[in-house]
């Protein structure tokens, strides 16, 4: 089982700063089938990057995704109130398909 | 527009049975893999179960397997999860979500589209 670990485990930032969120496999990730969501306080989650770095539909160019391997990054350049949410990392190459932990942004 | 919808979620006393179903619109249902998810109360998201688009192949996490069944009505457009032998650790919402490929041929790729979720609450 490949586990996900995410750091930080909160981030408190101010609107405009650069958010960069980090999340570590225990193993490769195959074909960088790697993908992060977003999961605003009573919502469902919502997917915001596929492939390690592909934007989902309708998600804004703020939000961007990098890395392979076991190391992967995703940036929000330029916090916005409504970014306040929980984030998740979560590799769907392996079976079985698991999650990060998630690292909660907060907006001061 | 995708549409997932749950339902079939309540409380169920230990031991019980449950079917969870999800109502799918605005896309080729049985074109794309399904999945369900759940998250305990005040928790992080777990991968339960994936089904091809055609229903063939299913996939589950080892600790859900013998008690919980994956199944769609390609017919109906909806997908379901039968549970049986509930536990309070199974408490959580249940989310159905889309997936981007088949999974008929390779794998079923990222969560794209995500329903609202049912509660089940487990509890005498």
């Known amino acids: 089982e490949i586990v996900l670990t995410q750091s930080p485990g909160t981030l408190s930032l101010s609107p405009g700063e650069r958010a960069t969120l980090s999340c570590r496999a225990s193993?490769?990730?195959?074909?960088?089938?790697l993908g992060w969501l977003q999961q605003k306080p009573g919502q469902a989650p919502r997917l915001l990057i596929y492939?390690?770095?592909s934007r989902a539909t309708g998600i804004p160019d703020r939000f961007s995704g990098s890395g392979s391997g076991t190391d992967f990054t995703l940036t929000i350049s330029r916090l916005e109130p409504e970014d306040l949410a929980v984030y998740y990392c979560?590799?769907?190459?392996?079976?079985?398909?698991?999650f990060g932990g998630g690292t909660k942004v907060e907006i001061k | 527009e995708v549409q997932l919808l749950e339902s079939g979620g309540g409380l169920i006393q230990p031991g019980g049975s449950l079917r969870l179903s999800c109502a799918a619109s605005?896309?080729?249902?049985?074109?794309?893999?399904m999945s369900w998810v759940r998250q305990a109360p005040g928790k992080g998201l777990e991968w339960v179960s994936t089904?091809?688009?055609?229903?063939?192949?299913?996939y589950s996490a080892d600790s859900m397997k013998g008690r919980f069944t994956i199944s769609r009505d390609n017919s109906k457009n909806t997908l379901y999860l039968q549970m049986i032998s509930l536990s309070a650790e199974d408490t959580a919402v249940f989310y159905c979500?889309?997936?981007?490929?088949?999974?008929?041929?390779?794998?079923?790729?990222?969560?794209?589209?995500w329903g609202q979720g049912t509660l089940v609450a487990v509890s005498s």
């Open positions: 979560q590799q769907y190459g392996s079976s079985p398909l698991t």
């Open positions: 089904i091809s688009g055609s229903g063939g192949m299913t």
């Open positions: 492939g390690a770095s």
């Open positions: 979500a889309k997936r981007q490929e088949s999974c008929d041929g390779g794998n079923c790729g990222a969560f794209d589209s």
């Open positions: 605005g896309f080729a249902f049985s074109a794309y893999a």
């Open positions: 193993q490769s990730v195959t074909s960088a089938y």
